[in-house]
């Protein structure tokens, strides 16, 4: 009898903490040619979670790509993850996935061909459930394993759901909990004594597309997912690409409980440090809030939830539904403000200065 494959032996970094670090690319994206193709709806000045194309008054492609290095040990959960996460880009979008192509790096030299079966089983039965079938992909070699997905959704023109339109006085919803990131160190390096990690896979794997359409129903003026740059660093870009200000109440932002545990004991992954860097630059947090909230609220999640910002008077009703669709821990997190575009504020309770 072998012992199972762990596959996040084979990954230097894991997930979405994989990512390049937030300030990486909006220091090279302006030194590329500027997009003048009037029907492309989203492209790359606002960091939005994925490109919006238009094909006709009514109808326009979402087009995303997501993918990276194992997050979990079991290649089946791993493809899960994977497919969740790069499907949610479309949901934040208020798209509906059409297909998706597979991207595949895969070490033969180390690792048996059936764990690349079980990793693109993991994404075929995500793929169903989201009721769409991966059509394709590309495959090379590689020193470690690498998955995702490319998507093509579709949305109304007048639909699309950006990160550019939060007024003023909306509420923020977060449908996840936090500590993906965190949770998910601690077990790649044997610290999970409390096996989060089940709980964490739950919540990975989760679709955001129940979510998604509630949040689309109830008229959200703005909606992106929750993923490698952490809640700040999306909110961040929200927040920056509306030219309008944030406030986030820590006390209310849903997390899940162990990852309080591991990340005072020190753990948190590099790129949830990262993001922490960069953010310094654009968040002020109250002196009540320590380094290692500072550190929750910057974690790197991979598939995490959708981040809606919402008129005032929808969000008791958007949230009572998202309570009854599964989405059981999602909070309103904090409110949009006037002042100061691109900036966040962080207190510890609503009503608390700083
Ligand atoms: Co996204
Ligand atoms: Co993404």
Known sequence: MTEPVRLTKFAKRAGCAAKQPPGF?????????SITDPNVLVGCATA????????????????????????????????????ANALSDVYAMGGKPLTALSLVGFPDAVLPPEVLVEILHGAADK??????????????KSEEP?????????????????????LPGDLLILTKPLGLGIITTAAKNGADHRGAIAAAIR??????????????????HALTDVTGFGLLGHLRNMAAASRVGARVWLDRVPVLAPAWEYVRAGISPGGTHAN???????????????????????????????????????????????????????????????????????????????
């Open 276 to 354: 922490h860097r960069f953010l310094s630059e654009w968040v002020s947090y109250a002196s009540d809030v320590s380094e290692e909230d500072q550190l929750m609220l910057c974690d790197a999640q991979t598939s995490g939830g959708l981040l809606a910002a919402v008129a005032s008077d929808r969000a008791d009703g958007m949230l009572a539904s998202l309570h009854a669709t599964g989405a059981a821990e999602a909070a309103v997190i904090g409110t949009i403000e006037t002042e100061t575009p691109g900036r966040i504020v962080v207190v510890r309770t609503e009503g608390a200065g700083g």
């Open 48 to 83: 939005d979670d994925a490109a919006v194309y238009r094909l006709t008054d009514d109808l326009a492609l979402v087009l995303t790509t997501d993918f990276f290095t194992p997050i979990v040990d079991d290649p089946y959960d791993f493809g899960a993850v994977a497919a």
């Open 146 to 166: 690498i998955f995702g997905l490319a998507v093509v959704g579709t949305v109304a023109p007048d639909r699309v759901l950006a990160n550019d339109k939060a």
């Open 203 to 220: 919540v990975m794997t989760t679709l955001n597309r129940a979510a998604s359409e509630i949040i689309a129903a109830a008229g959200a």
């Open 127 to 140: 793929a169903a459930e989201a009721g769409i079938a991966i059509v394709g992909g590309h495959t090379i």
């Open 25 to 33: 690319l909006l220091s090279i994206l302006p030194s590329l040619p």
